[in-house]
C-alpha cells in the first residue's frame, strides 16, 4: 500500500506463496439467445502453478462428470437448484456459492453429473456462463423419462445428511432418484473429510485450504458473460487512477436491509482513517456495503476518488420493493470489484470472505474488527473473524 508519508512496515501483511493448480485456459463458444456459437476469449487467462501433491481440479472432476459430447440416456444427475420453482431460502451470494461447492462434491461422490439450476432472482448464465469446457447448465429435457426429486436441504435441515456425507452412510442411498434437485447454502467440507477414503474419492478435498479450493471451483465452473463483462467495463470506465482501495462494510439490520439480522457496531471510523493514510493521487476508492447512509458517508469524504455500482442496495434474497434483477446484477458488480482490489478491507460477512478467497494476491489483505484493522491473508481470515462464514457451526 503506497503512502502519503514513509512507509510503514506496520501495514505490509506477510506475503504467502500460494502453491495452487494448473486450470487449462481454453476458447470456449457459448450460445447467445439468438442461437448464435460466439467465441469468448478471456482476456487474461489466469495461469496457476502445479501442486505436484496433487491432480489438476479439472481432471479429477473429469474423473466422475460426463463434460463432452452427447447426454447419455442412462446419465444420473445432481442438481444444484436456486430456482422460483421451488419453496426455500437460497441466501446470499456466499450461501449459494457455498451450497454450489457442495452440491458439486456429492456429485462426484455419486458418480452423477453435475448441474445449475438457477433463476431466483433471475438466470446466472445472463451474467456467469460455463468457463472452458463443463457445461454446468440445466435443460429440463434431461427430465424425458426419468424420476426426479427434490431436496431442501438449507440452513437446518440437514442435519441428517451429514451421517451420508461423512460416509456413515451409503450417501447413494439418500439420493436414489435419476435427477436430484438439491437446494443447500452451507460448506460441507468438514463433513467429506470424515469419510475414510476421501483421499481416493476426492483428493483435492483433503490437500486443498478452503481458500484455494473456492479459488480454483470458482474459475473452473464460471466467467463472465459478454452482458455482465459490459456492465463491469462501465463500472471500470470510472477509474481515473493506477490503484483502487475497497472495503465491504456489512452492516446488518438497518433502513437500507430492514428484514436483516441485527450486528454488533460496525467501526466504520476506522475505515476511514486508514483510507487517510493513503495517497489520493494514486487511489481510487469503491464502497461494498448494505448500507446506504455508510455509502453517502464515503461519497462525501471522497467525492473525487469514489466509484461505485449502479442500482439500489438488495439482498438478493430479501429484495423488498426493489427491483430482485438489477439488485443481482449490483451484488455481483461489487463482488468481482472487490476480487480485484489493490487493497481490501473485509468484515465479517461471507461475501467478502469469498471475494478475498478470490484475490490473485494476499498483500494488502486487512480485517476489520472492533479492535481495529488487522493485516490478514487469504489463510487466516477464517480465524481472524469468529464462527464459519461459508460452513454451519
Known amino acids: ?153 438449507s440452513a437446518r435441515k440437514s442435519t441428517n445428511l451429514r451421517k451420508y456425507l461423512s460416509g456413515s452412510l451409503d450417501i447413494n442411498t439418500y439420493f436414489e432418484h435419476d435427477v436430484n434437485f438439491v437446494r443447500m447454502n452451507w460448506d460441507f467440507t468438514e463433513e467429506f473429510r470424515k469419510r475414510r477414503n476421501i483421499e481416493d474419492e476426492i483428493p483435492w478435498v483433503t490437500k486443498l485450504k478452503y481458500a484455494d479450493m473456492y479459488k480454483q471451483l470458482f474459475n473452473f465452473l464460471f466467467t463472465p458473460s459478454p452482458l455482465f463483462a459490459k456492465a463491469l467495463n462501465e463500472v471500470k470506465s470510472q477509474r481515473t487512477r493506477p490503484k483502487i482501495a475497497c472495503a465491504h462494510l456489512r452492516v446488518g439490520g438497518n433502513p437500507t436491509m430492514p428484514g436483516d439480522d441485527r450486528r454488533k457496531r460496525l467501526r466504520v471510523d476506522l475505515v476511514w482513517k486508514h483510507f487517510k493514510k493513503l495517497n489520493k493521487r494514486i487511489y481510487d476508492i469503491f464502497i461494498a456495503t448494505d448500507a446506504e447512509h455508510v455509502k453517502r458517508m464515503a461519497k462525501k469524504r471522497y467525492p473525487a476518488n469514489i466509484i461505485d455500482t449502479p442500482g439500489k442496495i438488495t439482498h438478493i434474497d430479501q429484495p423488498n420493493r426493489n427491483d430482485p434483477g438489477v439488485g443481482f446484477l449490483k451484488q455481483l458488480l461489487d463482488f468481482y470489484t472487490l476480487m480485484n482490489c489493490d487493497v481490501l478491507i473485509t468484515s465479517e460477512s461471507g461475501f467478502s470472505i469469498f471475494a478475498a478467497y478470490l484475490r490473485d494476491t494476499d498483500s494488502d489483505l486487512y480485517c476489520l474488527r472492533s479492535e481495529g484493522i488487522i493485516p490478514c491473508t487469504r489463510y487466516t481470515i477464517n480465524d481472524i473473524f469468529p464462527g464459519h462464514f461459508l460452513a454451519p457451526d
Open 1 to 153: 500500500m503506497e503512502l502519503d508519508t514513509k512507509k510503514n512496515s506496520r501495514f505490509l501483511p506477510t506475503i504467502v506463496v500460494v502453491t495452487s493448480l494448473v486450470l487449462m485456459t481454453m476458447l470456449p463458444a457459448y450460445i447467445t439467445k439468438s442461437n448464435e456459437i460466439v467465441p469468448i476469449k478471456e482476456p487474461c487467462p489466469r495461469v496457476y502453478m502445479t501442486n505436484t501433491d496433487n491432480t489438476s481440479v479439472e481432471n479429477l472432476l473429469r474423473q466422475s462428470i460426463q463434460t463432452f459430447g452427447t447426454i447419455d440416456k442412462g446419465q444420473r444427475y445432481i442438481v444444484y437448484d436456486c430456482s422460483k420453482a421451488k419453496e426455500g431460502v437460497c441466501g446470499g451470494w456466499s450461501d449459494r456459492m457455498s451450497g454450489i461447492l457442495s452440491t458439486l462434491v456429492i456429485s462426484l461422490l455419486t458418480k452423477r453429473r453435475f448441474l445449475i439450476k438457477h433463476d431466483k432472482p433471475c438466470l446466472i448464465e445472463d451474467y456467469l456462463i460455463p468457463a472452458d469446457r463443463f457445461d454446468w447448465r440445466f435443460n429440463k429435457s434431461i427430465l424425458l423419462n426419468k424420476t426426479s426429486s427434490y431436496q431442501d436441504l
